[in-house]
């Protein structure tokens, strides 16, 4: 349920508000190739939910095993963002 704080950090890390979701976001990982973030939160049905988003050509510019690491960092940097946001709002 931290939401803003997951806003906060795409938006630290250049995003812009896209697509639909609780949160999402498009993010420019590279200057050719942007990912996306969508996230939905829990409710009485569903668990929460985070896709991670990428152009369908994306193995065309990306060996497969780089757009795993690509998005394990980008996943880290935006868990570590969504923390330390956390952290300075209590």
Not at 9 to 29: F, H, I, M, Q, S
Not at 44 to 60: G, I, M, T
């Amino acid at each position: 349920h931290r939401e803003a704080a997951l806003g906060r950090a795409c938006e630290a890390l250049g995003g812009t508000p896209w697509g639909k979701g609780d949160v999402a976001y498009r993010l420019p990982l590279f200057d050719f190739l942007p990912a996306a973030v969508q996230f939905w939160n829990s409710d009485e049905e569903f668990p929460a939910s985070l896709h991670l988003l990428w152009d369908r050509n994306v193995l065309e510019f990306m060996h497969f095993e780089t757009v795993w690491y690509a998005a394990g960092h980008l996943l880290e940097r935006l868990a570590e963002l969504v923390e330390e946001g956390y952290r300075q709002r209590s």
